[in-house]
Each structure stands twice: as C-alpha cells, then as structure tokens.
C-alpha cells in the first residue's frame, strides 16, 4: 500500500525536462563567460549528483528528495549537458551547423538505447527478491491497525499478502512475504549510474576545445557568396529583441505543443506498451 503509483512518479519526469529546457535557455551566457569545459564538469556533477539524491530518495521512500534530486539537480546537469556540446560544434562547423547541431542531438536522443541496456543489466544485478513465508492458509497472521504482522521469532514482523494478480509475471509465487526483505535494485541502480555518468562526462568536458578567433574551415570564406547563407552576422536578431517578436512566440508556441506532446507519450511508453498490447501482441511485447 505505500508502494508509488505511476501517476505519483510521472511528475518526475515532467520536473526533469522542464528544467532541461529552462536551464539550457539559461546557460547560454553562462557558457560564453566560462567556456565550454567548465560548463560540461558542472553538467556531470549536476547529472550525477541528482542521481544520487534519487537513490538517497528511493532507499529512504521519500518522493520529494526523488523529483528534486532526479527532476531538478539531474535535470539541471541534462539541459547544461544538451546546450554545451552542441554550441562548441557550431564553432567548429560553420560551414555544416545543421549537420552538427543534427549529430549532437542525434547523440543525445540516442544515448537512451544504450541506456536502457544499462538499465535492465543494472536492475536485474541488484534486484533480490523478497523473503516468502509460505501460502496464506500456512502462515498465522495478525492484522493491527490495519497493517498485517506474523510472529518470527517471537517478534511480530510486518508482511504482506500477495495474490497471483499482485505478483503478475514477476516470477513471484502468490502468498505472504516479509516487508523490507527484497529489493528491487533501483537504488543501487541509480547509485552506479550517477557515479558512471559523473566520472564520463567529466572526462568528456576536459577534451572539449574552441576554435581560435578567426578560425575557419579550409576552403571556406565566411564573406562568400556561397556561404551567405550560413552568416549570422549578415542577418542577426539579438535574444532580448528576438523575445519581442511574434515570430519568435509563434515558434515558440509551436515546438512547445509538439515536444509536450512527444515527452508526454514518452513518459509513459512502456506502461502503454504493456498495458494496451501485451494480450494483443504478446510475442512483440514481451519476446519469449
């Protein structure tokens, strides 16, 4: 019963990516007064240390230090680490920055397939199932206060029962198990995952580089013809008149709808995919 449900933990993500976005809005002039190396350790022990702060939060059953710790200290390192990489790209593919705005990204988003590999590989190391006292008609039991208790050495100790629907494909038997004596691993998931994702983007951040003053691709003239095109200087809107144009809210308005509406259904992909097709498509949801 004091189990989260998933409409409790969604926000979590919704916290994250909000700060994602507010803080690589932000970072901008932060990164032109420190450089991009010093911007890039501070994403790896803002990303790391939230982590941490989740597993603090998962260990200790405390949803609060969770969505701060994951939503706003990670999130804070996500949207630093997003905006860091590909602004040093830019200055090193004038010539290409759709391209190299478009490979960051495509780093970015793909990083999640190695990740969620990470992730099962993680939580199926640490996972420990919980202690089985036997069937329900096998095991005394005393209910205070509404909570159930069994006598294990002449102290009572709380359990709970667990039917065949409760424990699903869990590989679980239905009966009454110890509270407190399993673990599902999350924890000591985020814990290896905070302190591997600090110590790598931390080495990543220290080969980060900028181009010298006046650098420019050879064989490319940023005063040609050719390349007019790609010259911010020719045609530049600062940000505080960008923000006055409707434009810009137009724009605004419009990658906002559709990112909502992608992050919304990728907060709950997988619940949807279990949920909706596995009696549906059982060899596709869940491969033998």
């Known amino acids: 019963s004091m189990d989260w449900g998933l409409a409790q933990v969604v926000p979590t993500f919704g916290v994250a990516i909000a700060t994602l976005g507010l803080s690589a809005a932000a970072a ?8 991009p190396r010093c911007t890039g350790l501070i994403s790896g022990i803002c990303f790391g240390t939230g982590h941490l702060l989740a597993a603090t939060g998962v260990y200790t059953h405390c949803l609060p230090v969770v969505i701060g710790g994951y939503g706003l200290v990670a999130g ?7 905006v860091t990489p590909v602004g040093t790209l830019l200055r090193w593919f004038p010539d ?15 990083g999640a397939i190695t990740a969620t590999a990470l992730n099962k590989l993680c939580l ?12 329900q008609e096998e095991v005394v039991l005393q209910t205070i206060d509404g909570v159930r208790y069994t006598n294990l050495d002449g102290a009572l100790k709380e359990v709970v029962v667990a039917s065949a629907a409760d424990v699903g494909t869990s590989g679980l038997e239905a009966g009454v198990y110890l509270v407190g004596s399993g ?9 290896c995952l905070g302190v591997g994702y600090m110590g790598i983007i931390a080495l990543c951040a220290l080969s980060f580089r900028v181009p010298q003053a006046g650098w420019a691709p050879r064989g490319w003239t940023p005063a040609s013809a050719a390349t007019k095109q790609f010259q911010p200087v020719v045609r530049s809107v600062s940000m505080e008149k960008a923000i006055k144009l409707p434009q810009f809210w137009y724009l605004w ?9 992608g992050l919304g259904i990728m907060s709950c992909a997988s619940t949807i995919m279990n949920e909706v097709f596995t009696k549906a498509l059982p060899t596709i949801v869940t491969p033998g």
């Open 28 to 35: 901008s002039g932060f990164i032109e007064a420190v450089g």
């Open 76 to 82: 804070t390192g996500l949207g630093l680490g997003y």
């Open 96 to 110: 290409r920055k759709g391209m190299a705005a478009g490979m960051a990204v495509a780093g970015f988003g793909g």
């Open 124 to 135: 199926s190391h640490f996972y420990r199932a919980p202690t089985r006292l036997g069937s």
């Open 183 to 191: 673990s599902t691993g999350l924890a000591e998931t985020f814990v």
């Open 253 to 261: 308005i419009g990658m906002g709808c559709n990112i909502t509406a």
